[in-house]
């Protein structure tokens, strides 16, 4: 349980926030490449940490990502022209190129110098894995790009989708580490391929996050692990086949953008990986044409099928594991109450990741600069090993989980 006070600090992201301050020091991402992939083509919206902002691929291929309101009378600059190095808003054609600068103030005289005090918020974009990457902090706290496996692949390695999860970021981030959930909300999925085994569990904390082991007992007695990764603020690395990884971008308080990646780094996905992707028993949802809501939402019970349930061939009677995930963090309301919950023995790794998260808030609220670490330190592969007996998994995660 946690005291209102703290729920509200670790879950409000938007400016002027604590934990807005501590988001905006990590590279985020913002929509996929394709969605602005011609240059001079139609900007995009895109909402992130409660701003709005509009996204664009200028003349020369270079990204933009704007304040979607032009800082002279608040139009939005969605409707903008994309021309020649700069998206111009079409109330007034005040023109404004990838950094920001306004380059054109046709509105005004010619020989005003107006156009040169004026500017609007422009954040710094990266794009990799497929997607666009804003950093949306201090622009001399700049930090490295996060070397996540995923992100450094060839795309044909990598399958990744996204859908909208109506509720506040921690929930979903903190459903991806509530260990327990699995036997029982993904229990008789028809393509289970996270089922838990029952045994030990590690946590090793790590300068980003921590790396999580669920081990089995062998009968030489040695111990099969699988190690898991918690990347703060918001990533996860899941060791299945294909790997998987999460990054829950929040929104806004109240949506959270959850992007999911199927990849494998030694070589493309198989049609056959990619037929289990695209079924939608895994991670991934099917969404509505053209949008990221999923088809299997909140407004239609996520379709939960109650004759299924009761055949008892699905304990929750939704298809997907990502749906179940989706319906269930989103019960919870907007932003859970976490004052009034009872967290047990199997949330381990729940009071974990907000113990972490707490501290960066604590540190930003103390004046401590939050630094994320080096790019390299993202190098971890999630992955199942044997332990020999006498060994343990703090003794051989990091050379287990090493990434190329
Ligand atoms: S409101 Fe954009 S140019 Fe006037
Ligand atoms: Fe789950």
């Avoid at 988001?23 to 394709?34: D, G, K, L």
């Avoid at 190690?227 to 060791?239: D, G, N, S, T």
């Avoid at 829950?248 to 049609?271: C, H, Q, V």
């Amino acid at each position: 349980m946690l005291s209102k006070e703290n729920n509200e600090l670790l879950t409000r992201i938007g400016p002027g926030t604590p934990m807005g301050a501590v988001m905006r020091r990590y590279w985020i991402p913002v929509a996929f490449s394709a969605s602005v992939d011609t240059p001079d083509g139609p900007p995009v919206r895109v909402r992130m940490l409660g701003e709005n902002l509009v996204l664009f691929r200028d003349t020369s291929g270079r990204i933009g990502l704007l304040d979607e309101y032009c800082p002279h009378r608040t139009a939005s600059m969605f409707f903008g022209r994309n021309e020649e190095c700069g998206l111009r808003c079409v109330y007034h054609g005040w023109k404004f190129d990838v950094e920001g600068k306004c380059v054109d103030m046709p509105s005004e005289p010619p020989t005003s110098r107006f156009r040169e005090k004026v500017r609007i918020t422009a954040y710094p974009t990266h794009e990799a894995g497929g997607l666009v990457w804003a950093y949306m902090g201090a622009p001399e706290l700049k930090p490295e790009f996060p070397e996540l496996e995923w992100t450094l692949i060839p795309d044909s390695h990598r399958y990744v989708t996204r859908h909208i999860q109506e509720c506040n970021w921690l929930q979903g981030f903190e459903g991806g580490f509530d260990t327990s959930h699995l036997s029982f909300l993904h229990a008789g999925a028809v393509d289970n391929r996270f089922k838990v085994v029952p045994g030990h569990y590690e946590l090793v904390p790590q300068p980003l996050g921590f790396v999580a082991g669920t081990g089995r007992d062998l009968e030489d007695g040695g111990t099969f692990w699988t190690a898991a990764a918690m990347l703060a603020p918001f990533h996860k690395l899941i060791p299945s086949d294909p790997i998987a990884a999460h990054v829950w971008a929040p929104i806004d308080d109240e949506n959270t953008m959850l992007y999911s990646i199927d990849f494998n780094p030694e070589r493309p996905l198989t049609e056959d990986d990619l037929r289990r992707s695209k079924t939608f028993n895994g991670i991934h949802t099917e969404n509505m044409p053209g949008t990221d809501r999923a088809i299997q939402n909140k407004d239609n019970d996520y379709l939960i099928d109650r004759a299924l349930q009761a055949s008892g061939r699905s304990f929750t009677g939704m298809k997907g594991l990502g749906v179940q995930d989706c319906a269930i963090q989103e019960s919870m309301g907007p932003i859970a109450d976490r004052t009034k919950e009872h967290l047990g023995v199997s949330d381990t790794a729940i009071i974990r990741l907000r113990r972490q998260l707490m501290q960066l808030v604590k540190d930003q609220i103390d004046g401590v600069t939050v630094t994320p670490p080096p790019g390299s330190a993202y190098r971890l592969r999630p992955t199942r090993f044997t332990a020999r007996p006498g060994e343990s998994f703090a003794d051989l995660f990091e050379d287990k989980m090493r990434a190329g």
